[in-house]
């Protein structure tokens, strides 16, 4: 992957956005590589994604953030720029299912996902020994449910002092609370087996297979306070039919689930997911 700098810029909409952020990168000697942009009609909001080669700039990322600031300013942006020489640190919370783990272990190891993945933290034991074959270290924090606030804070602890950009719910299947969700806003994912809105809560696709559904799926998204309600990152589906029990269902989704996940982290890794309200425009 080259050395670049992403701009990922959020405003009200009005004429001359693309002008004045393409001149202005310009004027740094600037090369372009991708751009994608979105006007959204409804809320009147513009977004826009550069990716922009850090060689020819000229300058490192600080500098370029102090330059564009006045831009910014004057047309209201909510913006980041980073650094692609900085990988974001990861952090994956699994419990006793191992398919979204092995496949981002497997990802990450064949140089797939553009991040560091620092733990895994899990409430069970079972899969500390095929974390630790990977080199990396695992924390088990057991969740006594008389008493969660108390591995909640040791979770937050433990995220905060292994300085983690995102955090990652590869079948995590506890509920984080209400205050870590907050202070993690935007920066973890889930993955809920099923096609959200549709068959929330427990042994969705039992309950599928007793509606009679003839397309199964998986959500990636970010999580809230509210239940797997947080802006949906990206879905996917299989067709099935009535030939299929509940254990095929469940097999044929966890496929889903570990595909769709991995595709959700990659492209918040690659800054292409931006949240507005409980809603994301995605340039994939």
Same mark, same amino acid.
């Given at each position: ?14 004429? &001359?956005? /693309?002008?004045? %952020?393409?001149?202005?990168? $310009? ?21 826009? =994604?550069?990716?922009?080669? $850090? ?14 600031? +006045? ?15 900085? =990988?974001? =640190?990861?952090?994956?919370? %699994? ?22 993945? /620092? ?33 909640? $804070? ?8 292994? =300085? ?39 042994? +969705?696709?039992?309950? $599928?297979?007793?509606? &009679? ?16 309600? &947080? +802006? ?11 030939? !299929?029990? +509940? ?12 595909? /769709? ?6 492209? !918040? ?16």
């Amino acid at each position: 992957m080259s050395h670049s700098y992403r701009l990922v810029v959020s405003c009200p909409d009005q004429v &001359g956005i /693309v002008a004045r %952020v393409s001149g202005f990168i $310009a004027q740094q000697g600037g090369s372009i590589t991708e751009a994608s942009q979105h006007s959204d009609l409804e809320t009147g909001r513009f977004f826009m =994604r550069y990716e922009i080669l $850090a060689d020819s700039v000229g300058m490192t990322a600080e500098a370029l953030r102090t330059a564009f600031e +006045p831009v910014a300013r004057e047309f209201d942006m909510q913006w980041a720029l980073t650094d692609t020489a900085r =990988r974001a =640190r990861v952090v994956l919370m %699994v419990s006793r299912e191992s398919h979204c783990l092995v496949d981002l272990l497997y990802r990450w190891q064949a140089q797939e996902l553009p991040c560091d993945i /620092v733990a895994v933290i899990s409430n069970h034991e079972n899969l500390r020994s095929l974390t630790q074959w990977y080199g990396i270290p695992y924390y088990h924090v057991p969740v006594d449910p008389a008493d969660k606030q108390a591995a909640f $804070a040791t979770v937050q602890d433990t995220i905060e002092t292994l =300085r983690a950009d995102c955090v990652v719910l590869a079948r995590y299947m506890q509920i984080l609370p209400p205050a870590l969700c907050e202070h993690y806003a935007g920066k973890v994912i889930n993955i809920h087996h099923s096609f959200l809105p549709s068959f929330a809560g427990a042994k +969705p696709y039992h309950q $599928a297979f007793e509606r &009679g559904v003839k397309l199964i799926g998986a959500t990636c998204h970010y999580v809230t306070q509210e239940l797997d309600a &947080g +802006p949906i990152i990206e879905q996917d589906i299989h067709r099935v039919s009535h030939c !299929h029990t +509940p254990t095929d269902l469940v097999r044929f989704g966890r496929d889903v689930e570990k595909a /769709v996940l991995a595709r959700g982290l990659r492209w !918040h890794l690659e800054d292409r997911v931006l949240i507005h309200g409980n809603k994301t425009v995605v340039f994939s």
